[in-house]
């Protein structure tokens, strides 16, 4: 059951995504290894099915170079660290029970930017079943397709490790009704004891396949930090 702090969590999330396809307010192939599993697991984002050990999902080398500046957001809950380029512009959400933590690009003459969003949900008292990385990730791509229907397509939802954490992962496409214009971006999402956490970037044609690879390379830099 949700709680309405939850559902307010993922109200304020749904209206920043709603607002993302414009600037005027202000899929990368991914080097694949191997980690053993159970290593920093205890979350059920991805836990290794059978023992098979999950694939590393980590930044391209090139992409890594363009991100210069170590972030670590005041407030942020769970508290994490992660890298983005010096042009980004950043701004903060914060909701009962949710947060949105966004960096825009350059705005261009059409008012557009590639978009990068870490988001968390708070679990509450009143919840008698855990927030999970399953019902993150749908909920993410739900409230990423609403409005989008026009040419949606997703993938599958992937199993996989960032920094030694289990997160699902999926990409998706559609058009932005007010633009017109095809939309593409990624979704990652897993669970740190009682918070939720959803990773996600998006950009448009023609300027996605660059941008939104930068995005994805800033999202394989998330780190929680350990409580002091």
């Not at 191997?34 to 059920?44: C, H, M």
């Amino acid at each position: 059951m949700r709680s309405g702090n939850f559902l307010s969590a993922l109200m304020c999330i749904l209206s920043v995504a709603a607002i993302a396809g414009g600037c005027a307010q202000n899929e990368s192939d991914q080097k694949a290894q191997t980690v053993a599993s159970g290593e920093k697991s205890g979350d059920n984002a991805g836990s290794a099915e059978a023992g098979k050990p999950l694939p590393v999902w980590a930044p391209e080398a090139a992409q890594l170079k363009t991100l210069t500046v170590a972030v670590e957001p005041s407030g942020a809950q769970p508290k994490f660290q992660a890298k983005v380029p010096s042009d980004w512009q950043s701004n903060q959400h914060f909701g009962k029970g949710g947060q949105v933590f966004m960096w825009r690009g350059k705005a261009r003459a059409d008012d557009t930017c590639s978009v990068f969003m870490i988001s968390t949900a708070t679990q509450t008292p009143y919840q008698k079943q855990p927030l999970s990385a399953e019902e993150g990730m749908k909920v993410l791509l739900d409230s990423i397709r609403f409005g989008r229907q026009a040419g949606w397509s997703q993938t599958p939802v992937e199993k996989g490790s960032v920094e030694g954490r289990p997160f699902l992962r999926a990409y998706w496409s559609g058009v932005e009704p007010n633009k017109k214009k095809m939309m593409h971006g990624f979704c990652y999402t897993t669970v740190e004891g009682k918070d939720l956490v959803m990773i996600s970037g998006q950009d448009y044609e023609p300027f996605c396949k660059e941008t939104v690879a930068q995005s994805e390379a800033a999202a394989l830099t998330y780190r929680i930090v350990p409580r002091g």
